[in-house]
C-alpha cells in the first residue's frame, strides 16, 4: 500500500490534482463527476426506441407489450393484437400503460396524488 505522500507524487506525475484529504460534508456541493456519472447510467439504462411511450400502438414492433410499475414493482403484460383491439390503433402506448396498470392497481389509499401505478416502460 502506498503512503499518502505517494499518491500525491504519483498523481502530480499524471498532471492531475491529488485527491482532498478530508471525507465530503453533506453540505458540500456534489462533484461534476457524480452528476455525469449519474447522466450516463441513466442514458445506459434508459428505454430503448423499441418501447417508446409516445408511439401509438400500430407503430409497436413487439408482439407483447410490457409495463411494470415503479411503486409496487408490479409488471403487466398484453399482446399488442388484443391492445389494438381493446384501444384502437392510434391510441399511445403511454394511455394504453397508465389505464393497464390503473385498472389493476392494488395500492388505493383514498388520495387522489397517492393513489395509482408509475408506469415504468421496458423492452417488450
Known amino acids: 500500500m502506498r503512503t499518502p505522500k505517494q499518491m500525491e507524487r504519483l498523481a502530480a506525475s499524471m498532471g492531475k490534482k491529488a485527491a482532498r484529504e478530508h471525507s465530503p460534508d453533506p453540505k458540500d456541493d456534489m462533484p ?3 452528476w455525469r456519472a449519474l447522466l450516463d447510467a441513466h442514458d ?3 428505454p430503448s426506441g423499441n418501447s ?3 408511439r401509438c400502438l400500430c407503430e409497436m414492433p413487439q408482439h407483447v407489450l410490457r409495463v411494470s410499475c415503479r411503486r409496487c414493482e408490479r409488471i403487466v ?3 399488442k393484437v388484443d391492445a389494438v383491439r381493446l384501444y384502437g390503433e392510434q391510441a399511445s402506448w403511454k394511455e394504453v400503460a397508465q389505464r393497464l396498470l390503473d385498472n389493476t392497481c392494488q395500492n388505493r389509499t383514498g388520495r387522489h396524488e397517492e393513489d ?3 408506469p415504468a416502460f421496458g423492452p417488450g
Open 32 to 34: 461534476d463527476e457524480y
Open 44 to 46: 445506459r439504462t434508459a
Open 52 to 54: 417508446s411511450p409516445g
Open 77 to 79: 403484460e398484453i399482446q
Open 116 to 118: 395509482g401505478c408509475w
